[in-house]
């Protein structure tokens, strides 16, 4: 699609954009407000105690990062009017219904206004509270959706799912929509119940209140449930499963694209090579390799890790929707990965960081390089207990 059909699209809309301090919405807010100045307003829905509040979080997180660079170059002095012109902060909270917005005339205002809805607010701790992950990933998604409703003008609902709720599996995974209800191949259970996974939710943490248990116990339970019913219903993790449950919950009363990207990394090129932020998915075992902790890592060598930058997911969001503004009311699901086109396999990217960081050393607490060794791919869990006995245990014993 041409970029000038593209631009054109947004020309003159507005957006709200939940989950605004992650980091794609921050890459999506960037991207939007560089190449598309004719913006007309952009909410971004953020958690915090009161107005104040959010938009000291916008400023701190978002805005001061070195992401908006080369905006504040181009804007220079007015950067700042042209954000203040553009930009609002919301408070509010996707796991509350009207995505917990208390002031009903400025949530009006957002409902008469709103075009397009980007729903990126997520939580992506594969072993996060079950009551937190449902709150946001699960439920959140339907209220995000069910505030659509009531916006007169809305063109488009984006959600922003993860390609991995579709479990393990091999070769091409097709774009096809969850069934409600639907579980997984290797399942314990044939049907997956949402109103049960929340009473579930609820009477174990009111028998957690009823025993006075510290905010530790509650903590440990709420993560082991979640792990315990995702792999009930033949999911891995908490994560993927309830953001499975969140597309479930998901109904076309307006336009529906579902972007589910695979393991999303740095920027590749936009606004600039390599942003990211914090220490996120692949960062902690190259980190951790260049550190000189990790010594190996357990898998298949042939494996693909499916990777893909910010600034690509980005990108496909803006086509897709741009693509779809004209036909008819549907769910659209695309997968966004790199593993059909240039396919990284496990070997390679331990190749890769080895090669970078011999070259490019990271540096220990008195500023000089850390050496390391070329690691280690360990194929079976057999190997990898060998390893542990021969490498680790004569340590153990000694000591």
Same mark, same amino acid.
């Given at each position: 699609?041409? #970029?000038?059909?593209?631009?054109?699209?947004?020309?003159?809309?507005?957006?709200?954009?939940?989950?605004?301090?992650?980091?794609?919405?921050?890459?999506?807010?960037?991207?939007?407000?560089?190449?598309?100045?004719?913006?007309?307003?952009?909410?971004?829905?953020?958690?915090?105690?009161?107005?104040?509040?959010?938009?000291?979080?916008?400023?701190? #997180?978002?805005?001061?990062?070195?992401?908006?660079?080369?905006?504040?170059?181009?804007?220079?002095?007015?950067?700042?009017?042209?954000?203040?012109?553009?930009?609002?902060?919301?408070?509010?909270?996707?796991?509350?219904?009207?995505?917990?917005?208390?002031?009903?005339?400025?949530?009006?205002?957002?409902?008469?206004?709103?075009?397009?809805?980007?729903?990126?607010?997520?939580?992506?701790?594969?072993?996060?509270?079950?009551?937190?992950?449902? $709150?946001?990933?699960?439920?959140?998604?339907?209220?995000?959706?069910?505030?659509?409703?009531?916006?007169?003008?809305?063109?488009? !609902?984006?959600?922003?799912?993860?390609?991995?709720?579709?479990?393990?599996?091999? $070769? %091409?995974?097709?774009?096809?929509?969850?069934?409600?209800? @639907?579980?997984?191949?290797?399942?314990?259970?044939?049907?997956?119940?949402?109103?049960? @996974?929340?009473?579930?939710?609820?009477?174990? *943490?009111?028998?957690?209140?009823?025993?006075?248990?510290?905010?530790?116990?509650?903590?440990?339970?709420?993560?082991? *449930?979640?792990?315990?019913?995702?792999?009930?219903?033949?999911?891995?993790?908490?994560?993927? !499963?309830?953001?499975?449950?969140?597309?479930?919950?998901?109904?076309?009363?307006?336009?529906?694209?579902?972007?589910?990207?695979?393991?999303?990394?740095?920027?590749?090129?936009?606004?600039?090579?390599?942003?990211?932020?914090? %220490?996120?998915?692949?960062?902690?075992?190259?980190?951790?390799?260049?550190?000189?902790?990790?010594?190996?890592?357990?898998?298949?060598?042939?494996?693909?890790?499916?990777?893909?930058?910010?600034?690509?997911?980005?990108?496909?969001?803006?086509?897709?929707?741009?693509?779809?503004?004209?036909?008819?009311?549907?769910?659209? %699901?695309?997968?966004?990965?790199?593993?059909?086109?240039?396919?990284?396999?496990?070997?390679?990217?331990?190749?890769?960081?080895?090669?970078?960081?011999?070259?490019?050393?990271?540096?220990?607490? @008195?500023?000089?390089?850390?050496?390391?060794?070329?690691?280690?791919?360990?194929?079976?869990?057999?190997?990898?207990?060998?390893?542990?006995?021969?490498?680790?245990?004569? !340590? %153990?014993?000694?000591?």
């Amino acid at each position: 699609m041409e #970029e000038s059909k593209i631009l054109q699209y947004f020309e003159g809309k507005t957006i709200l954009i939940t989950g605004a301090t992650g980091f794609l919405a921050k890459v999506f807010l960037e991207k939007v407000l560089r190449v598309q100045p004719k913006i007309k307003k952009l909410f971004l829905l953020i958690r915090a105690v009161d107005k104040r509040s959010a938009e000291k979080r916008l400023h701190e #997180e978002v805005l001061n990062t070195d992401l908006f660079e080369i905006l504040k170059k181009k804007y220079g002095a007015n950067f700042s009017h042209f954000l203040l012109s553009k930009v609002i902060p919301v408070c509010g909270d996707v796991s509350y219904e009207n995505l917990g917005i208390y002031d009903s005339k400025f949530r009006d205002e957002i409902s008469e206004e709103v075009d397009i809805i980007v729903n990126s607010a997520a939580t992506t701790g594969f072993d996060e509270r079950y009551d937190v992950a449902m $709150g946001i990933n699960a439920l959140g998604a339907m209220h995000v959706q069910k505030f659509s409703r009531n916006c007169s003008k809305i063109d488009m !609902f984006v959600h922003v799912s993860t390609a991995y709720v579709q479990g393990s599996s091999v $070769g %091409i995974v097709p774009e096809r929509p969850f069934r409600m209800g @639907e579980t997984l191949d290797g399942a314990e259970i044939s049907y997956l119940d949402i109103n049960t @996974e929340k009473k579930i939710v609820e009477e174990r *943490l009111r028998g957690l209140e009823a025993q006075n248990a510290t905010e530790l116990k509650i903590k440990s339970v709420m993560r082991n *449930l979640g792990i315990e019913r995702a792999k009930l219903h033949g999911w891995p993790n908490t994560y993927v !499963f309830t953001k499975a449950m969140g597309e479930m919950l998901l109904e076309e009363n307006v336009k529906l694209i579902i972007v589910r990207p695979t393991i999303i990394t740095s920027t590749y090129k936009e606004p600039f090579s390599g942003w990211t932020e914090s %220490i996120r998915t692949l960062d902690c075992f190259f980190v951790g390799y260049g550190k000189g902790k990790i010594k190996f890592f357990v898998g298949d060598p042939d494996s693909i890790l499916d990777i893909i930058p910010g600034d690509m997911v980005v990108n496909s969001m803006l086509v897709a929707m741009a693509t779809h503004t004209n036909q008819p009311s549907d769910r659209l %699901i695309y997968h966004i990965g790199s593993s059909r086109r240039n396919p990284l396999k496990f070997a390679n990217m331990k190749w890769f960081m080895y090669r970078y960081l011999t070259k490019n050393p990271l540096l220990d607490s @008195e500023g000089k390089p850390i050496k390391v060794e070329e690691a280690k791919i360990l194929e079976t869990m057999a190997s990898f207990h060998r390893y542990i006995a021969i490498r680790y245990m004569p !340590f %153990i014993q000694n000591t």
